[in-house]
């Protein structure tokens, strides 16, 4: 891989062994499965999917981006994992989702190439694996449209996410694979609020998700403290 690639290769590789049970809702990938509705329904009632043309960053197996384009959305979903690239592709043959495409390319690059081409730009649970989290959020900046939204979900830094994000799914719930996240690479609200100034896009909503382990269930909430999203717009 290109060294100057925004991208960690072990973080790469965790997912490409994990590509052909993306789809499987009982898999590692529940989790993504179960948070999706909610993440769509909140993207949607900002950003209003339909006939938009969205850019999905770190799209992996396509369970975002598949969904945004039955809303109605043209959907471009971007990935450096070639084998959960393919899995994305498979399942938009077989579930007839026609208004989505992938392609192998990092955000940095696409910007450069395709400045200022898209509605909406998401870019979920992905943050937290690159070593440049900072670039990828000014790309993002680059690829949207003026007066267009960039969404963006990561997990919080402090020791509650530690207990909760690490220990408890991965290690006491079992809900991820072991060194799905490490605590190092987690983003504070206050500094990817800080990236997003510096790429000059503007913070308009937050919100957090929480999860019940006895009812298994997900919801979005005021509490940023663990996981948390961000809907930012470009002036």
Request: glycine content about 6%; some cysteine; overall charge negative.
């Amino acid at each position: 891989m290109n060294s100057n690639v925004n991208a960690d290769p072990a973080e790469l590789a965790k997912f490409s062994d994990l590509a052909h049970r993306w789809w499987d809702p009982e898999s590692e990938f529940r989790p993504l499965h179960q948070i999706n509705p909610l993440r769509l329904d909140w993207i949607d009632g900002l950003a209003s999917l339909k006939g938009k043309a969205v850019l999905d960053i770190g799209c992996g197996g396509g369970i975002l981006s598949d969904s945004m384009a039955r809303r109605g959305a043209q959907v471009t979903g971007i990935d450096l994992s070639v084998k959960a690239l393919r899995v994305a592709q498979l399942h938009a043959l077989e579930a007839g989702t026609d208004q989505v495409e992938y392609r192998e390319i990092s955000a940095e690059s696409l910007a450069a190439a395709q400045p200022e081409s898209f509605d909406v730009v998401t870019c979920m649970e992905m943050l937290e694996h690159v070593p440049d989290p900072a670039s990828v959020v000014k790309a993002c900046q680059a690829l949207v449209k003026p007066g267009g939204w960039v969404f963006f979900s990561t997990i919080n830094r402090n020791p509650k996410s530690f207990l909760f994000a690490i220990i408890g799914a991965e290690y006491i719930l079992q809900m991820l694979p072991k060194g799905t996240h490490e605590y190092a690479k987690m983003i504070k609200p206050s500094e990817l609020a800080s990236y997003c100034r510096a790429a000059g896009l503007d913070l308009a909503a937050t919100r957090g998700m929480e999860y019940n382990p006895l009812t298994r269930r997900y919801w979005l909430s005021a509490d940023t403290s663990v996981n948390y999203l961000f809907a930012t717009r470009k002036p």
